[in-house]
C-alpha cells in the first residue's frame, strides 16, 4: 500500500500534479492542512480515497481540525499542527498521539519536511512533508512524503523532493 503524504499546497496544485506523475498512482492521499478549499480538485486528480485535515488558512470549511486513518498495524493521528505549537517542538502534537492511542503522527505548518522515526515499538514516528507550495526549508525545494506498507506489513516512509537531488529514507 503506498499513501502519499503532502501539506500546504495554498490552492497551488500544479507540483502536486507532478508528484503525481512521477509516482505510481497512490491507493491513499493524507494532506495535512492548508488546502485552502481545493479538495475536490486534489480528490479528483489523485483518484484515491484521500483524508484532509484543516490548517489555519482553510477558514469556511467543515475539515476536522484532526483525523485518525489506520493502515494495517499503523494507526496515524493526522493534524496541521497549529494548535499544537509545532513552529516550536513536537512535544504537543506527541502528546496528542499518544492520547489517541497513534504510533504516527503527520502534520504540517511548517512547510519545512521533518522524519523522525520510531526508536522502539511503543514509539511514535513524526512525519511533516513539508510544503508543495511553499517550502521554507534550507534549499527552499517542495517536498512531499510516501509511506509504503510492504507486504510484511512494515511501513517504509520517504520525503522526497520535486528537485533531483536529495531523498531521506527510513524503514519503520
Given at each position: ?7 500546504d499546497t495554498?490552492?497551488h ?8 506523475k ?5 491507493d491513499?492521499l493524507?494532506h ?7 479538495q ?55 502528546k496528542?498521539a499518544?492520547?489517541?492511542g ?6 504540517g ?11 522502539s ?12 507550495a511553499y517550502?521554507?526549508q ?5 517536498s ?6 510492504d507486504?510484511?506489513?512494515?511501513a517504509?516512509?520517504q520525503?522526497?523532493?520535486?528537485t ?9
Open positions: 500500500m503506498r499513501i502519499l503524504v503532502v501539506s495554498h490552492g496544485e500544479n507540483n502536486l500534479e507532478r508528484v503525481l512521477k509516482i505510481r498512482k497512490p491513499h493524507i495535512c492542512g492548508d488546502v485552502e478549499g481545493h475536490k480538485i486534489i480528490r479528483e486528480m489523485a483518484g484515491c480515497p484521500c483524508t484532509f485535515v484543516r490548517g489555519n488558512n482553510d477558514f469556511f470549511t467543515d475539515l476536522q481540525i484532526s483525523e485518525i486513518v489506520e493502515f494495517g498495524k499503523y494507526r496515524i493521528y493526522v493534524t496541521h499542527g497549529h494548535l499544537h505549537g509545532v513552529s516550536w517542538d513536537n512535544s504537543e502534537v506527541l496528542e499518544r492520547e489517541n497513534c504510533n504516527v503522527v503527520m502534520y505548518h511548517t512547510h519545512v519536511p521533518v522524519l523522525q522515526q520510531a526508536v515499538d511503543d514509539g511514535i514516528t513524526v512525519l511533516n512533508p513539508g510544503s508543495l517550502p521554507r534550507s534549499g527552499r525545494k517542495p512531499y512524503a510516501v509511506m509504503e506498507i507486504r510484511f506489513g512494515r517504509h516512509y520525503i522526497n523532493y520535486l533531483r537531488s536529495g531523498r531521506i529514507s527510513f524503514w519503520g
